[in-house]
């Protein structure tokens, strides 16, 4: 179990430490006012741990609280680790990114578009341009997910049961042959939305590699960089460790969320790419460490430096930012001056952001409200862990952005 701690006072790191206490205690009103269960939040500066802090409870009915080896249910912070593995096939020449999907996973051979009709009577037409790689990375190929409800495709995926999970017994495989018989929302490559994309990233990777996404991540990745306790299921004798799910009520409130998060508990016949993936503070810090430090991290290199910075620029045609080129459906954050990169969104312009940050920044989050961003500019990485369902039910992750930010005093 990897230990986490303190490693360097605030001041020795260019932070003020009264100015940190803001975001403990912005958190803690949260907890409070009983509209959230618990939080970690760690902010490491220079790669040194400068601030670590815990509040609320794992499990709030068994008064259990959080620690700093409390596992978290990390959902699509599990993007940013797949798109690192398919990264890594690219260095060893494996494929390139305006490769067309279909090369690898022939069900991508003749995608079409929705035009319009209902989810029961879709009219469409030939998709213009293959899905390429990149467009997998980037959430671009005009897939999207059954949980966002706003367009016919997401309700013919929930049809077929994708919400916010897929059937019980199904596979990767077998989950991405379904996705591949429904129609895009868009040509590949003319607009941006939030997708399973990174799932159907994380079959590709299976087919170049030969092995299951769980054996490539274990070998290639989680071993390497000491992730000990980051998977796609808690063991049994680890559980009293795993956060409890809650999901906020109309009313403000929490309730249990539990059933939605047990998929966890034993090992899943599907490995999403996507959003599979509990993990820890220090697991995921050691991740980020890597990236910071440019793909490498004690010894163990990943990536190259240009290969990671080639990833968390902004990919989106002429520049765009997701308000412009993306749709109108994923709103956990402002969306004017952020781009996407190949598994990240980017701070390009943080005044068009209108929330502290700084430009380059890279970042993403998960359903249960977690989040995390490295700031290459600042030297500066941050990581919040908590298990509120939906992510958009506070606004967590700005409000962390501008009290983390205003104590960087050198």
Not at 90 to 118: C, I, K
């Amino acid at each position: 179990m990897a230990e986490l701690q303190v490693e360097d006072e605030p001041g020795a790191l260019g932070l003020d430490a009264g100015r940190l206490d803001r975001a403990d205690r912005m958190l803690q009103s949260y907890v409070d006012a009983e509209r959230l269960p618990g939080w970690l939040l760690l902010v490491s500066r220079h790669g040194r741990i400068a601030h670590l802090s815990t509040s609320g409870h794992r499990d709030v009915a068994a008064g259990l609280p959080v620690e700093p080896d409390t596992i978290w249910r990390i959902y699509s912070m599990t993007k940013p680790i797949t798109s690192v593995a398919a990264m890594m096939l690219y260095e060893e020449g494996a494929f390139e990114l305006n490769d067309p999907v279909s090369g690898y996973l022939p069900e991508f051979a003749a995608p079409r578009v929705y035009t319009h009709g209902s989810d029961l009577k879709p009219v469409t037409e030939p998709a213009t341009e293959p899905i390429r790689i990149w467009h997998l990375l980037t959430h671009t190929a005009g897939l999207t997910y059954g949980f966002q409800r706003v367009h016919p495709v997401d309700a013919m995926l929930r049809a077929r049961g994708f919400d916010w999970g897929a059937p019980d017994g199904m596979t990767l495989a077998e989950a991405v042959a379904v996705w591949a018989g429904l129609p895009l929302l868009f040509n590949p490559g003319t607009e941006w939305n939030y997708s399973n994309c990174t799932d159907v990233l994380g079959r590709l990777i299976e087919v170049l590699s030969g092995s299951t996404l769980e054996e490539f991540f274990a070998r290639r990745i989680l071993s390497p960089l000491g992730m000990r306790d980051t998977g796609f299921h808690v063991s049994q004798a680890e559980q009293h460790r795993l956060a409890r799910l809650y999901l906020a009520t109309p009313a403000g409130g929490m309730a249990s969320g539990d059933t939605l998060g047990a998929g966890v508990l034993t090992p899943p016949s599907l490995h999403s790419g996507g959003g599979g993936l509990v993990s820890t503070a220090a697991d995921y810090h050691r991740f980020t460490e890597m990236l910071r430090r440019g793909g490498q991290r004690d010894g163990v290199r990943l990536l190259s430096p240009r290969t990671v910075a080639y990833m968390t620029r902004n990919h989106l045609p002429g520049g765009a930012d997701l308000e412009t080129f993306g749709r109108r459906v994923f709103a956990e954050t402002p969306m004017r001056g952020v781009g996407f990169g190949l598994g990240f969104a980017t701070i390009d312009d943080p005044a068009a952001y209108r929330t502290l940050s700084g430009r380059g920044e890279y970042n993403w989050g998960g359903a249960a409200s977690t989040a995390f961003w490295v700031d290459p500019v600042e030297d500066l990485t941050v990581i919040f862990m908590t298990q509120l369902l939906p992510s958009s039910a506070l606004p967590l992750r700005t409000r962390l952005k501008q009290t983390i930010y205003q104590a960087l005093v050198d």
